[in-house]
């Protein structure tokens, strides 16, 4: 690409010191995000995806180690003081989170919190202003009645409401990145379309970058332009999506793809997970991290960790794996549909 | 209730139910201003009817706001339900005291939808799981043993246990809320979302975990979950539901294959694939209008404002559910036949559906 990235992350490591040990969240993960384009991270649950995008939000607890860079529209976000922060966090970047309740604040009305997102990046906008704004952008996100639901508190909307109520506060100041951590996980698919429409228009609307991170990959086969698989902390594979979905080259983004149940083939049988357990944060196996489970492992897989390496030259594929160039030709299509 | 009765509950099969729900009804208050006056009332479950068998899986879909979680909570009387029975294995819960509801609650369990939530930050993972456990009455390193074998068949590793809620992933979190839920032996569990915030592989997982346990352990399953494929692999049956009530119940293969309301026509239209390219072909039927207030709802059929086949008589009669084939039922004046699509009647009917699709946009056909 040649335009030059808004966000470039180099390197990135981070640990958690617990009772138990130093926890290996994030291992090395460098990458590009460049305007307007939608990134999306995938990948096993508890391979790193949150608390890299935690970390470009700086919003990590002290007891995390976090090394490397992370430059954004020129800046260096680690070495910028908490104020410099604060005015980059929903302003410049803002974060859809994974979990609604730890955006939302129980004991003031969605309206409130909304408004005060507004006004604290912008005081100059009067109260009434910002209420009317609340009320707007929760109608852009599909709640019904917004007049009225404004008034409610959180836990008064139901689980999928609270996530769009939050989407909302993301979009309210047309941030040049917005970060979604599972956005959709609540959201039926009706509402779904509907709320990918929204956060698609705002981006179109303002140029802003996505970066998704979601396990479903339905959703990222229809939004994303390029997708980053992670396993154990690191980059795994990443590609176009279509290269991803059609030719990939590594034996985990195969797993997952096979894992995936299809709605349209009538299903006994049983699902095909990857078999085995994901590797533990604290004792990272040496070499491949994933060749416990890998069933194209051999003895070079124990004694090297593969590097992440480009299969073509622009290096727009690239794959961690001893023998990504031979591994048998996958492609996830749904062939049911087809047939 | 006589055994005819009990036989017209939607999803009833003959074999003696686990559950037997007949007209649930849940209102929350609406308040507003600064005295919080009362405004009005959320119809959130809105005289819900149906029979779950022994060791069968009923899958609840709907949009976000139609009533799922509510349903589930208020089955467990976690929600006190605002008028309507609920008969398990014969017993009233809705009447039960609090101490036999107790008793009960070993047998009924739920896995919420919001693992973070639903998890005590202070205590430990293994206490979290063991605890229902000890006030059940297993002693404390029994209960511990149980919960470590518990995390390893969610595939946690058991050196999980002495971690922390907040030192958990998003979808850890979620298989501890299914480990703590199967603790006690339940005979029935209400799964809200619980594999939502899991990655595929791990989904497929503890999906044959759940069909493992149900098999082992002759578990009833409630599955709420808004993945349609999920909801297809795991189910035996599936519930739509839309603004409080269940507008069509069939088994799986014959929902997904031949239903007959038009919503569930168009959010199976509305399904993601996980193809690039099928997914950016692919089209949407799109649905007129907003999703009407739940304090609110339309007269007649509760869709008739969305609805592309509506006439005039929908906005006025309320349509039943009713076993429109065999053992299949739908709420719909004008449900679609076995081989019908909703594309096809529109056109039948000389009106027009708007279809999305992401290369070519919005069209109208
Ligand atoms: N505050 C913390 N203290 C200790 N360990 C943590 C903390 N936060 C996260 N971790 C660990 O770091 C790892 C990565 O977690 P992260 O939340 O980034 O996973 P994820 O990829 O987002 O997973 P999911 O898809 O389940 O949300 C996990 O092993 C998790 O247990
Ligand atoms: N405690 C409460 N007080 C007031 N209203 C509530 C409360 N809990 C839920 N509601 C309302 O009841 C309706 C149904 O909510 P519920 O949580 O059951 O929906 P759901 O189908 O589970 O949705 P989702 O898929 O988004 O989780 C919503 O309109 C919601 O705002
Ligand atoms: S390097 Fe070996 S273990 Fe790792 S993914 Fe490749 S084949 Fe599997
Ligand atoms: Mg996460
Ligand atoms: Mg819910």
Redesign the interface.
Known sequence: MTTEPLLSVRDLTVS?D???GL?QAVNGVSFDVHPGETLAV??????GK?VTAMATMRLLPRSARISGSITFDGRDLLSLSDREMRRIQGEDIAMIF?????ALNPVFTVGNQLAEAIRIHHPDVSKKAASERSIELLEIV?I??PR?RV??YPH?F????RQ?AMIAMAIANQPKLLIAD?PT?????????QVIEVMRKAQEATGAAMILIT?????????AERVQVMYGGRLFETGD??TI??RSRNPYTQ???R??????K??DE?????PG??P?A?NLPAGCSFRPRCEFAEAICRDEEPALRPLDPAGAHQSRCHFAEELPDFS???AE?AG | MTATERDTLPGATGAPPVLEVTDLVKYYPIRAGIMRKQVGSVHAVDGVSFALGATETLGIVGESGCGKTTLGRTLLRLVEPTSGQVLFNGEDVVGASSSRMRELRQDMQMVFQDPFASLNPRMPVQDIISEPLQIHGTDKKEARIKARALLDAVGLSPEHGNRYPHEFSGGQRQRIGIARSLAVNPELVVLDEPVSALDVSVQAQVLNLLEDLQEEFQLSYLFIAHDLSVVRHISDRVAVMYLGQIVELADRDELYEAPAHPYTHSLLSAVPVADPEMERSRERIILEGDLPSPANPPTGCRFHTRCPIAQDNCVTDVPPLAEVRPGHWASCHYALGPDETLVQRVKDLGREVHIANSDTGVTTA
């Not at chain 1, 995938?42 to 391979?47: A, I, K, L």
């Not at chain 1, 994974?98 to 730890?102: A, C, L, N, R, Y």
């Not at chain 1, 396990?215 to 939004?223: K, Q, T």
């Open positions: 958690f617990t009772d138990d926890v995938v990948g096993e649950s508890g391979s949150s994974q979990d609604p309740m730890t599909g019904p009645e009225i008034e409610n008064e139901s689980g999928g409401m769009r599972e996980t609540a959201l039926d698919v009706t509402i779904q379309a396990h479903d990959l339905g959703l990222v086969a229809g939004v999506t279509g979905y059609y797993g997952l793809m894992s995936i149940p299809t709605f349209a009538r299903t049983r699902l095909s997970p990857i357990s994901p533990s604290i996830q299509r749904t549909v």
